[in-house]
């Protein structure tokens, strides 16, 4: 399994503008990395099969919660917070919630969550916040989509649906206007976006851990699809 370097080894200093993005993209790519080598080292444990063609990922633990490597990870990006904010440049952190917390019905009858991890999510944004990054509760704003009656997860997939996306990118622009009432640019001048449509596929669960036969078992799902305008 891949280690992280030490933070000052990552990111030296002095620091630039174009050297503190160079520095956060690393941090976004050494984490990856080790959650890369970790799911290598554990190929049979990649997707967990849950009742009526549910799926999960599967490499993380749902009973136990990994609190040294919660600090690590958060020390990392408090790092590349400062350097980022000596470069004149704010961050934002969007903490995604894990699928479980919402289909955990779903789950085989063998695999229960931990009261640990079930807190999980709550205690890394109390870590993110207390080191001074702008964040949001973006498991209470899906909560609310779920509630509505809208499912928030595919059923075979690792990402959220339509509705989900576009309520957690709301929550986003929220906290944007918060720490940054004003940006540059004029209102309106973004990308563009397109009409709605439909495509029918194998969630990326099914199409990367599933053999045929099983891909077979569980079916194609229906997707909403907003694409950019042309």
């Avoid at 904010?85 to 919630?97: H, Q, R, S, T």
Wanted: glycine residues 8%; charged residues 25%.
């Amino acid at each position: 399994m891949k280690t992280l370097p030490p933070t000052e080894a990552a990111f030296p200093l002095p620091c630039t503008r174009r050297r503190a993005m160079q520095w956060a993209g690393a941090a976004v790519s050494l984490l990856a990395s080790a959650r890369s080598g970790w799911a290598q080292d554990n190929g049979s444990s990649l997707v967990i099969k849950g009742k009526d063609g549910w799926l999960f990922a599967g490499w993380g633990s749902l009973t136990q919660v990994d609190a040294s490597g919660i600090d690590r990870n958060v020390k990392l990006i408090e790092r590349a917070h400062q350097l980022l904010k000596e470069a004149g440049i704010e961050l934002v952190v969007l903490l995604l919630p894990d699928k479980v917390h919402f289909y955990s019905d779903k789950l085989p009858e063998s695999t229960t969550i931990s009261p640990a991890v079930q807190q999980r999510y709550a205690l890394i944004l109390d870590k993110l916040r207390g080191a001074g990054i702008a964040s949001f509760d973006d498991l209470a704003v899906m909560k609310k989509v779920s509630a509505s009656g809208a499912n928030v997860f595919y059923r075979t997939d690792q990402h959220w649906t339509l509705e989900a996306a576009d309520a957690t990118a709301q929550g986003t622009a929220d906290l944007i206007r918060k720490v940054k009432p004003e940006l540059a640019g004029n209102p309106g001048s973004g990308t563009p976006l397109g009409a709605l449509t439909k495509e029918r596929r194998y969630g990326d669960l099914a199409e990367l851990f599933l053999s045929p036969d099983e891909k077979k078992q569980v079916g194609r799902e229906i997707y909403t699809v907003r694409r950019q305008a042309e």
